[in-house]
């Protein structure tokens, strides 16, 4: 059961056009800014919304196909959907919720509900069956609806920020419930997150979409090793820089150099992981390293084990440094402080935009 | 917290006198009646077979009046709210005439429809159908007037309902109408029922169309408004009587919709 689907959708002031292809089993993460399009390319291969132009097809299944004017109804697909908002019926209980499916398809109303019932328990939502959704946590409804999505057994499954509304702790722990059913699904699965530990920890491969378009796709490591935008290295956590290269030296578009060890030239996009940049109270006379700035201290943001700092300086640095470090250099916001960063730290790749 | 929600004590002083008058105006005809009714007669009065089938020939013909809207005025709403078609905005005005078209208007349009020599009434009359001056008539000219009222109340509550829930029943496999019966009518359940409530409502107080249209012959067509009408002139404390019950039964309509009095419907 694989998914390939050409999706294009024209509105006023925006426009969506996709190349996608998810082979069964696979979980494709499909990331962006907000209003990249992702819910939009969602609601195109759910049906909900009409292609411009563009063919869906799932496996043996040919959904939409504008050329010919075929368009499959909602209702015939069968595609799973877990909605952001979760949209489980308020006037039904989680048992009639996670039932709907199976009784609205022509399955008895016994053995629908014993289904319903089994999906419940496997999501650990035992005693909770006759709960109407208003009373239900978020992380409880959020698993109500993945059981609701599930339990018509559909070919594919389309997740929309399955985990953003949930606080901190019930987000792991839905992810990881989230995780073993995916592992599980056999068929393709899409999931829009603009969480990159989510893409990360849920995705066999991630698709970042931007304005519409996709800017990148590859697996999880592709892509954070060579983010092809300033938006994918700030997701993954890397600072980008887009520049022209001349003879080891990146001229960074917005200000500011980088001593290299590249050989290309041209439009570059250089990449430097924060941990790979020292802080320095004086400037580091006779370090070894090549690039030395001088700049402000902005935000200081712990992230698990880790300080993330950001650098107003030319150009503007994202820096991971331990919380032992921000102890011991005694450092704080509008602090004058020193970056270094070797040559070889820096990866420098052809820039896949072109754009200077 | 209520004395200071204006901030002009003046203009309070200034208005308070006519809201005053206003405010009697509106509440002494209630104490007339109450002041007036044969309490003690009560129980003989509603005993007496008249006004026992005035009773009867108005709950029995409001209550299928209220039905047939229902089966009617439901799909009418929905499509009002819910289908673009060219013309709507006129259908919909069209739809609420009755509300504000005098009702003896609508029971000569209901005789020139359905009467005898009416575009209808000539072709149902070969097959045996007479509609006029019967109590078929009746649930008829109760209809065209209360139905509006249903349509409204769903229509307004339709167009505010939030289709995102039919999406999700339709990605769950779920057809059209498995959709509208499991889904959609549920959600709006309250609007529905207090449609239907002031569709009753209307129905049961309405005079103007149901006299042209079917008539005033007891049993058949006179319901209590029609009664109420003329007892007065014969046995006053009857027409109290009958009064009364209409009150009791506004009241606790206006009980039952206390939600949407103080929070009025979009419409």
């Given at each position: 059961?694989?998914?390939?689907?050409?999706?294009?959708?024209?509105?006023?002031?925006?426009?969506?056009?996709?190349?996608l292809?998810?082979?069964?089993?696979?979980?494709?993460?499909?990331?962006?800014?907000?209003?990249?399009?992702?819910?939009?390319?969602?609601?195109?291969?759910?049906?909900?919304?009409?292609?411009?132009?563009?063919?869906?097809?799932?496996?043996?299944?040919?959904?939409?196909?504008?050329?010919?004017?075929?368009?499959?109804?909602?209702?015939?697909?069968?595609?799973?959907?877990?909605?952001?908002?979760?949209?489980?019926?308020?006037?039904?209980?989680?048992?009639?919720?996670?039932?709907?499916?199976?009784?609205?398809?022509?399955?008895?109303?016994?053995?629908?509900?014993?289904?319903?019932?089994?999906?419940?328990?496997?999501?650990?939502?035992?005693?909770?069956?006759d709960?109407?959704?208003?009373?239900?946590?978020?992380?409880?409804?959020?698993?109500?609806?993945?059981?609701?999505?599930?339990?018509?057994?559909?070919?594919?499954?389309?997740?929309?920020?399955?985990?953003?509304?949930?606080?901190?702790?019930?987000?792991?722990?839905?992810?990881?419930?989230?995780?073993?059913?995916?592992?599980?699904?056999?068929?393709?699965?899409?999931?829009?997150?603009h969480?990159?530990?989510?893409?990360?920890?849920?995705?066999?491969?991630?698709?970042?979409?931007e304005?519409?378009?996709?800017v990148?796709?590859?697996?999880?490591?592709?892509?954070?090793?060579?983010?092809?935008?300033?938006?994918?290295?700030?997701?993954?956590?890397?600072?980008?820089?887009?520049?022209?290269?001349?003879?080891?030296?990146?001229?960074?578009?917005?200000g500011?150099?980088?001593?290299?060890?590249?050989?290309?030239?041209?439009?570059?996009?250089?990449v430097?992981?924060?941990?790979?940049?020292?802080?320095?109270?004086?400037?580091?006379?006779?370090?070894?390293?090549?690039?030395?700035?001088?700049?402000?201290?902005?935000?200081?943001?712990?992230?698990?084990?880790?300080?993330?700092?950001?650098?107003?300086?030319?150009?503007?640095?994202?820096?991971?440094?331990?919380?032992?470090?921000?102890?011991d250099?005694?450092?704080?916001?509008?602090?004058?402080?020193?970056?270094?960063?070797?040559?070889?730290?820096?990866?420098v790749?052809?820039?896949?935009?072109?754009?200077? | 917290?209520?004395?200071?929600?204006?901030?002009?004590p003046?203009?309070?002083?200034?208005?308070?006198?006519?809201?005053?008058?206003?405010?009697?105006?509106?509440?002494?005809?209630?104490?007339?009646?109450?002041?007036?009714?044969?309490?003690?007669?009560?129980?003989?009065?509603?005993?007496?077979?008249?006004?026992?089938?005035?009773?009867?020939?108005?709950?029995?013909?409001?209550?299928?009046?209220?039905?047939?809207?229902?089966?009617?005025?439901?799909?009418?709403?929905?499509?009002?709210?819910?289908?673009?078609?060219?013309?709507?905005?006129?259908?919909?005005?069209?739809?609420?005439l009755?509300?504000?078209?005098?009702?003896?208007?609508?029971?000569?349009?209901?005789?020139?429809?359905?009467?005898?020599r009416?575009?209808?009434?000539?072709?149902?009359?070969?097959?045996?159908?007479?509609?006029?001056?019967t109590?078929?008539?009746v649930?008829?000219?109760?209809?065209?007037?209360?139905?509006?009222?249903?349509?409204?109340?769903?229509?307004?509550?339709?167009?505010?309902?939030?289709?995102?829930?039919?999406?999700?029943?339709?990605?769950?496999?779920?057809?059209?109408?498995?959709?509208?019966?499991?889904?959609?009518?549920?959600?709006?359940?309250?609007?529905?029922?207090?449609?239907?409530?002031?569709?009753?409502?209307?129905?049961?107080?309405?005079f103007?169309?149901?006299?042209?249209?079917?008539?005033?012959?007891?049993?058949?067509?006179?319901?209590?408004?029609?009664?109420?009408?003329?007892?007065?002139e014969?046995?006053?404390?009857?027409?109290?009587?009958?009064?009364?019950?209409?009150?009791?039964?506004?009241?606790?309509?206006?009980?039952?919709?206390?939600?949407?009095?103080?929070?009025?419907?979009?419409?």
């Open positions: 059961m694989t998914l390939h689907a050409r999706v294009q959708v024209d509105r006023a002031g925006f426009s969506l056009g996709v190349d292809t998810a082979a069964g089993g696979e979980t494709v993460a499909v990331l962006g800014p907000n209003g990249a399009g992702k819910s939009t390319l969602l609601g195109a291969l759910a049906g909900l919304i009409p292609l411009s132009a563009g063919r869906v097809e799932l496996g043996p299944a040919l959904l939409d196909d504008v050329a010919t004017g075929r368009r499959v109804p909602v209702e015939q697909r069968r595609i799973g959907v877990v909605f952001q908002e979760y949209r489980l019926f308020p006037h039904l209980s989680a048992r009639e919720n996670v039932a709907f499916g199976p009784r609205s398809t022509g399955t008895a109303k016994h053995a629908a509900r014993a289904d319903a019932d089994a999906w419940l328990s496997r999501l650990g939502l035992d005693g909770l069956a709960v109407r959704p208003a009373q239900l946590s978020g992380g409880q409804a959020q698993r109500v609806a993945l059981a609701r999505a599930l339990c018509r057994q559909p070919d594919l499954l389309l997740l929309d920020e399955p985990l953003s509304s949930l606080d901190v702790a019930t987000r792991s722990d839905v992810r990881s419930v989230l995780r073993d059913l995916l592992a599980e699904f056999a068929g393709p699965a899409l999931l829009v997150t969480d990159p530990i989510d893409a990360l920890a849920l995705a066999d491969r991630l698709v970042v979409l304005e519409g378009a996709v990148q796709s590859g697996t999880p490591t592709e892509v954070a090793r060579r983010p092809a935008s300033p938006y994918v290295a700030k997701l993954v956590g890397l600072n980008l820089f887009r520049g022209t290269a001349t003879r080891g030296v990146v001229h960074v578009a917005g500011g150099e980088l001593t290299t060890d590249s050989a290309l030239d041209g439009p570059v996009l250089a430097v992981r924060p941990s790979s940049i020292l802080l320095d109270r004086s400037e580091p006379i006779g370090s070894s390293a090549r690039n030395r700035w001088a700049g402000r201290l902005g935000s200081l943001e712990a992230t698990g084990d880790r300080v993330r700092i950001s650098v107003a300086s030319t150009p503007p640095l994202l820096v991971d440094v331990t919380p032992q470090a921000v102890a250099l005694r450092l704080s916001a509008g602090d004058e402080v020193w970056a270094s960063l070797k040559a070889t730290d820096i990866d790749y052809p820039d896949p935009a072109g754009r200077v | 917290m209520s004395s200071s929600r204006t901030w002009r003046g203009l309070r002083g200034a208005l308070a006198v006519p809201a005053t008058v206003g405010l009697l105006f509106l509440l002494l005809p209630l104490v007339g009646l109450l002041a007036r009714a044969p309490w003690s007669g009560l129980p003989d009065l509603l005993a007496d077979p008249a006004v026992r089938q005035a009773l009867q020939l108005s709950f029995t013909s409001a209550t299928l009046a209220t039905l047939l809207s229902l089966v009617v005025g439901i799909p009418l709403a929905w499509v009002l709210a819910r289908v673009r078609f060219p013309g709507r905005r006129l259908v919909r005005a069209l739809v609420t009755p509300l504000v078209l005098p009702p003896v208007v609508g029971g000569v349009g209901l005789l020139y429809a359905f009467g005898r009416g575009l209808l009434g000539g072709p149902l009359e070969s097959v045996g159908i007479t509609l006029p001056f109590t078929a008539g649930v008829l000219a109760e209809a065209f007037v209360a139905m509006p009222f249903l349509i409204v109340t769903v229509e307004g509550a339709l167009a505010g309902a939030d289709q995102r829930f039919e999406q999700a029943a339709a990605t769950l496999g779920a057809s059209g109408w498995t959709t509208f019966r499991r889904i959609t009518l549920p959600l709006i359940g309250p609007s529905i029922a207090a449609g239907t409530v002031l569709c009753f409502a209307r129905a049961l107080g309405e103007g169309a149901t006299i042209t249209f079917a008539g005033n012959f007891p049993g058949t067509t006179q319901t209590m408004p029609l009664s109420v009408y003329l007892a007065l014969t046995n006053p404390e009857a027409a109290l009587a009958l009064a009364l019950v209409l009150l009791a039964v506004s009241l606790l309509i206006l009980v039952a919709l206390r939600e949407r009095w103080l929070r009025p419907a979009r419409t």
